[in-house]
Nanobody
Framework: QLQLVESGGGLVQPGGSLRLSCVASGFALDYYAVGWFRQAPGKEREGVSCITSQGGSTAYEDSMKGRLTISRDKAANTVYLEINSLKAEDAAVYYC??????????????????????WGQGTQVTVSS
């Protein structure tokens, strides 16, 4: 059974940093493109970042560029999202999602939710002093 589990969320002060983890079980995540998304109360789910299956290409949401780093750890079967300089408006439930499998790397990935088949349950990020 393909499963994604996010962790690393929590309460952080404005200006702080978090590293979110997306761990896969039941499949090898390095055959899948992975996206990170977030959803704040009363708002639609929005794409934050993505990475292709072999990590050759990444993408970041324009308003958060410069504050995000997405990366993969094949041995840990995990994709990470580091968020720096957190702001109050970054507070949301953050989800990871996977699409694939792919036998070769893709030219690019998508941050559109409809591009992903497998989803985790999310991890809450709260930004407050």
């Amino acid at each position: 059974q393909l499963q994604l589990v996010e962790s690393g969320g929590g309460l952080v002060q404005p200006g702080g940093s978090l590293r979110l983890s997306c761990v896969a079980s039941g499949f090898a995540l390095d055959y899948y493109a992975v996206g990170w998304f977030r959803q704040a109360p009363g708002k639609e789910r929005e794409g934050v970042s993505c990475i292709t299956s072999q990590g050759g290409s990444t993408a970041y949401e324009d308003s958060m560029k410069g504050r995000l780093t997405i990366s993969r750890d094949k041995a840990a079967n995990t994709v990470y999202l580091e968020i720096n300089s957190l702001k109050a408006e970054d507070a949301a439930v953050y989800y990871c999602a996977a699409d694939g499998p792919y036998t070769t790397d893709q030219e690019m990935c998508t941050t559109l939710p409809r591009g992903y088949e497998y989803w985790g349950q999310g991890t809450q990020v709260t930004v407050s002093s």
